[in-house]
């Protein structure tokens, strides 16, 4: 349990540099909740915000509360998030009746400098991915643990239509990867998740357009073709803003 007493708010974000160093380690939880209240002075006056899913995403919703006023509706990257933000009194709408989300604000399983990243360990890439394709500014949110040099450390989940299960993966077992079927789990769209490891991941931007090419697939997790515009990455010297 995070011990509120430990938090302040974060008055500024200097980017390309981090705050002022903070005087006590910083736990995981401490570092998403710090990023969420950064991604704050992203939300737009008026228009549509997309809101991502995850852990991180949900400190972001829990401090929406606040500025729920600033915008007119949001858009929600999974039915858990829809829920949520309706807990707070915040419309939610379907994604087809906008033309345009303004800022979309969503956590990361790995993200790089360059803000390609996989996402998807929580099963909604699918809509994840489909609601960062509308927006018009991608904000990632994520602590320092998730920041690496080359992607792929994290398994990549690939969502699937049920029947292609098994041709799938025998398919991406020839790209070199080691799929894992994700029992027990079902996605908003009532599909299925593969979970792939020791894929090669030195040129996502081509994998990702590899896989997604593999009849059966719906999507996979790698946003390197759409990936972040701003990256909000909580640090133990404070939030560091990192820009494509």
């Given at each position: 349990?995070?011990?509120?007493?430990?938090?302040?708010?974060?008055?500024?974000?200097?980017?390309?540099?981090?705050?002022?160093?903070?005087?006590?380690?910083?736990?995981?939880?401490?570092?998403k909740?710090?990023?969420a209240?950064?991604a704050?002075?992203?939300?737009?006056?008026?228009?549509?915000?997309?809101?991502?899913?995850?852990?991180?995403?949900?400190?972001?919703?829990?401090?929406?509360?606040?500025?729920k006023?600033?915008?007119?509706?949001?858009?929600?990257?999974?039915?858990?998030?829809?829920?949520?933000?309706?807990?707070?009194?915040?419309?939610?709408?379907d994604?087809?009746?906008?033309?345009?989300?303004?800022?979309?604000?969503?956590?990361?399983?790995?993200?790089?400098?360059?803000?390609?990243?996989?996402?998807?360990?929580?099963?909604?890439?699918?809509?994840?991915?489909?609601?960062?394709a509308?927006?018009r500014?991608?904000?990632?949110?994520?602590?320092?643990?998730?920041?690496?040099?080359?992607?792929?450390?994290?398994?990549?989940?690939?969502?699937?239509?049920?029947?292609?299960?098994?041709?799938?993966?025998?398919?991406?077992?020839?790209?070199?990867?080691e799929?894992?079927?994700?029992?027990?789990?079902?996605?908003?769209?009532?599909?299925?998740?593969?979970?792939?490891?020791?894929?090669d991941?030195?040129?996502?931007?081509?994998?990702?357009?590899t896989?997604?090419?593999?009849a059966?697939?719906?999507?996979?997790?790698?946003?390197?073709?759409?990936?972040?515009?701003?990256?909000?990455?909580?640090?133990?010297?404070?939030v560091?803003?990192?820009?494509?």
């Open positions: 349990m995070v011990n509120p007493h430990r938090l302040r708010p974060l008055s500024c974000v200097v980017y390309g540099e981090a705050e002022a160093p903070y005087d006590w380690p910083m736990t995981q939880d401490e570092l909740q710090a990023v209240r950064a704050l002075d992203y939300v737009p006056f008026a228009g549509v915000l997309g809101v991502g899913s995850g852990s991180t995403a949900n400190c972001f919703i829990a401090e929406l509360g606040r500025v006023h600033k915008f007119d509706v949001a858009v929600a990257s999974s039915e858990e998030t829809a829920r949520r933000l309706k807990a707070l009194g915040i419309e939610v709408v994604l087809n009746s906008v033309l345009e989300v303004e800022v979309y604000v969503d956590g990361a399983d790995e993200v790089t400098r360059d803000l390609a990243m996989i996402k998807g360990g929580g099963g909604a890439l699918t809509r994840e991915k489909i609601v960062a509308v927006s500014t991608f904000v990632c949110i994520a602590d320092e643990s998730k920041l690496v040099d080359v992607l792929g450390r994290f398994p990549l989940p690939v969502e699937v239509i049920p029947m292609a299960r098994s041709y799938v993966a025998r398919e991406l077992v020839k790209l070199g990867g799929p894992e079927w994700r029992q027990n789990f079902v996605t908003d769209n009532g599909n299925m998740i593969l979970d792939v490891y020791n894929l991941m030195l040129r996502p931007g081509e994998l990702e357009t896989i997604n090419q593999i059966g697939v719906v999507t996979n997790g790698l946003f390197a073709r759409r990936g972040a515009d701003v990256l909000l990455l909580g640090t133990g010297d404070g560091r803003t990192i820009r494509r």
